[in-house]
């Protein structure tokens, strides 16, 4: 059973950092790519950065590139998302997702496995 724990999630202050992390068990996660998306209230979820399954490969949602850095352990089978000089707008429930199939960048549609989320919320 795939399973991806989401953690780091809290509350800063504008122009803070934080670290989330995604840790997975079920699958041989070297062998996967993931994703991180955030969702709030009333808004559909969207997509924030992936990395492919070595780690060489990553990409981010336009408007976050220069702020949130996405990068991965394998020996710890876990994914990071690091997010800094964070704004207001960034509150959210950020999960991180994986696909069904290996050796596989999908689409933002295509992913299968997901976490419970964790909660950001920068305060202005």
């Known amino acids: 059973q795939v399973r991806l724990v989401e953690s780091g999630g809290g509350l800063v202050q504008a122009g803070g950092s934080l670290r989330l992390s995604c840790t997975a068990s079920g699958l041989t996660f070297s062998t996967y790519a993931v994703g991180w998306f955030r969702q709030t209230p009333g808004k559909e979820r969207d997509f924030v950065a992936r990395i492919s399954w070595s780690g060489g490969s990553t990409q981010y949602a336009d408007t976050l590139k220069g702020r949130f850095t996405i990068s991965r352990d394998n020996a710890k089978n876990t994914v990071y998302l690091q997010m800094d000089s964070l704004k207001p707008e960034d509150t959210a429930v950020y999960y991180c997702?994986?696909?069904?199939?290996?050796?596989?960048?999908?689409?933002?549609?295509?992913?299968?496995?997901w976490g419970q989320g964790t909660q950001v919320t920068v305060s202005s």
């Open positions: 997702a994986a696909p069904r199939q290996y050796h596989y960048i999908p689409p933002e549609s295509d992913y299968n496995y």
